[in-house]
């Protein structure tokens, strides 16, 4: 198992992160998509949390795991997107849709979101 923790407090060095950590040990990820879940992950993080997250990525046995720990214990909700402009609405649907599982759980302080990808077998 490889695992990295992301001290960072902006999105952008959270994707970039994910991005040498998906090059290094996950090449079969899909690197877009992952890095549109860390982003949305991140951004919805400092948007509607008061205090702290964490990103962990980890690597084992032919499967990713991006984990999102914040402050917050509530849990994320598809709502109507807002197509007039500045309502959200388009992050949790693209997250669950670009990983192959998505889980929340409540913890002490918080909650972790975490999208996890497995890797496809090869066909023979």
Partial sequence: MVVMISPYVDCAS???SAARFVAQHCPWA???AVQ???TELTANALRHTD?????R???ESGVLSV???DS???FPEARTPDFTGGGGGFGWPMVLSLASRVEVQPT???KTVRAIWSREPEKA
């Fill in 14 to 16: 959270a994707r970039d």
């Fill in 72 to 74: 917050s214990p509530a």
């Fill in 51 to 55: 205090g702290w997250w964490r990103l």
């Fill in 30 to 32: 899909d690197l877009d």
């Fill in 57 to 59: 990525l980890r690597a």
């Fill in 36 to 38: 549109l879940v860390v």
């Fill in 108 to 110: 002490p302080v918080g």
């Fill in 67 to 69: 984990e999102l720990d």
